[in-house]
């Protein structure tokens, strides 16, 4: 199995302001991903980071406002941008390989935006 | 996007008992994963089970997955007070690839 880590564990942070999150797994993998769960809510899909390659972005969701980086295959991040109290969630990143169908994921950053 | 439904939404049960969860989804599938959550904290991984399989055992979990209707369900037996948490399935279209989640239920065991 993975271990991911992230960081920061939780955040407070002011309108306006951005906020860059770190993964980080113990074993090269190919794809990472990032999801959002806002509060009482189910996790969704923000992107899908490969190393060496822009990142995949669903329906809803803009580089612009969550810009993530993939410099090598055991580490991604992802910034949360001018930031609104709308954005104030857990973010999850996770991740898969092509053979590992299992998913884990690290233990989320809790950010609140006042 | 959410995949389906997940059924109930919320479950509270006396522990002891059995607390059965269903999920449903629309697309087909290469696997289907169950996780659960406490307290807003991170996903501990629980047990998948792939599109060519019925049925799963992992200690007191049993998942079954029946592709023609697409829907699942995990059975807990002899329910904990700390198996108390927000479960969730998640589907995956191929192997390794992003994970589409359900609505999740939330369980609540009382000792």
């Known amino acids: 199995s993975a271990v991911i880590s992230q960081k920061p564990s939780r955040d407070i942070c002011q309108r306006g302001t951005s906020l860059t999150i770190q993964c980080q797994v113990d074993?090269?993998?190919?794809?990472m991903f990032w999801y959002r769960q806002q509060p009482g809510q189910s996790l969704t899909l923000i992107a899908t980071?490969?190393?060496?390659?822009?990142?995949?972005?669903e329906s809803g969701f803009v580089i612009d406002k969550f810009p993530i980086s993939r410099p090598n295959l055991t580490f991604s991040t992802l910034t949360v941008s001018n930031m609104s109290p709308e954005d104030s969630s857990i973010y999850l990143c996770?991740?898969?390989?092509?053979?590992?169908?299992?998913?884990?994921f690290g233990p989320g950053t809790r950010l609140l935006v006042l | 996007s959410q995949q389906g439904e997940e059924d109930p939404q919320a479950l509270s049960i006396q522990e002891g008992e059995n607390a059965t969860m269903n999920c449903s989804y629309k697309t087909s599938i290469n696997n289907l994963q169950w996780y659960r959550q406490n307290s807003g904290r991170g996903l501990v991984h629980l047990i998948l089970?792939?599109?060519?399989?019925r049925e799963k055992h992992s200690g007191r979990l049993r998942v079954t997955l029946d592709t023609s209707k697409k829907s699942s369900s995990l059975l807990i037996t002899a329910s904990r007070a700390a198996d108390t948490a927000s479960y969730f399935c998640?589907?995956?279209?191929?192997?390794?690839?992003?994970?589409?989640f359900g609505k999740g239920t939330t369980l609540s065991v009382s000792s």
């Open positions: 998640a589907t995956g279209r191929q192997a390794g690839t992003a994970l589409i």
């Open positions: 089970i792939r599109s060519n399989e």
């Open positions: 980071a490969n190393q060496g390659s822009e990142a995949t972005y």
């Open positions: 074993s090269q993998v190919t794809m």
């Open positions: 996770s991740s898969g390989t092509g053979a590992l169908e299992t998913q884990y």
